[in-house]
Antibody
């Protein structure tokens, strides 16, 4: 059974750096083709893809947010970490991590999702 | 403003079929067969319904089908059921390591 779970602060102040951890089980991030992505959703709005890291440590970032994002993995701990710098109120939303399975051929295919974690940016 | 354009709402009666469109450009949907569709119930995480334009993940009923023509992708839900009522989002690879989503369509089962 594949599960993912996001953890991190629920409240950050403007200009601070956000660090989120995705803890997963039921699959290995060493399996060819597998990746873990971060996607966020502001309240009442649509989804926004942020970043993706593949089994081979290949990393992909949203063009518009690339300068603020870093994604890393720790395969021994089954963790993927996302950091986002210089947070602002517009970054408020639910942050999800999701698995990109080996059977997908595209970067936009995420089959298993965490429950999401709500991050509020406010002073 | 989302990169991919979806109608804000769609509806149908139980048993009927509904089609939701997702319009992009020649830089995303038109260039790649990498369209996915997600279903999201209120307060829940999205669920993958269709990937690579037409493929269904294991466990997704065949009442859900996807297609693409030019710069527009479509999701058809046949034999509508009450539990199909949810928000549906399309997504596409857009080149240059970028993934874009649609604005979402709220499907109501009358």
């Amino acid at each position: 059974q594949i599960t993912l779970r996001e953890s991190g602060p629920t409240l950050v102040k403007p200009t601070q750096t956000l660090t989120l951890t995705c803890s997963f089980s039921g699959f290995s991030l060493t399996t060819p083709g597998v990746g873990v992505a971060w996607i966020r959703q502001p309240p009442g709005k649509t989804l926004e893809w942020l970043a993706l890291i593949y089994w081979d440590d290949d990393k992909r970032y949203s063009v518009s947010l690339k300068s603020r994002l870093t994604i890393t993995k720790d395969t021994s701990k089954n963790h993927v970490v996302l950091t986002m710098t210089n947070m602002e109120p517009a970054d408020t939303g639910t942050y999800y991590c999701a698995q990109r399975p080996f059977y997908c051929t595209s970067t936009s295919c995420f089959d298993f999702w965490g429950q999401g974690t709500l991050v509020t940016v406010s002073s | 403003q989302s990169v991919l354009t979806q109608p804000p709402s769609a509806s149908g009666s139980p048993g009927q079929s509904v089609t939701i469109s997702c319009t992009g450009t020649s830089s995303d949907i038109g260039s790649y067969n990498y369209v996915s569709w997600y279903q999201q119930h209120p307060g829940k995480a999205p669920k993958l319904m269709i990937f690579d334009v037409t493929q269904r993940p294991s466990g997704v009923p065949d009442r859900f089908s996807g297609s693409k023509s030019g710069n527009t992708a479509s999701l058809t839900v046949s034999g509508l059921q009450a539990d199909d009522e949810a928000d549906y989002y399309c997504s596409s690879y857009a080149g240059s390591n970028n993934v874009v989503f649609g604005g979402g369509t709220k499907l109501t089962v009358l």
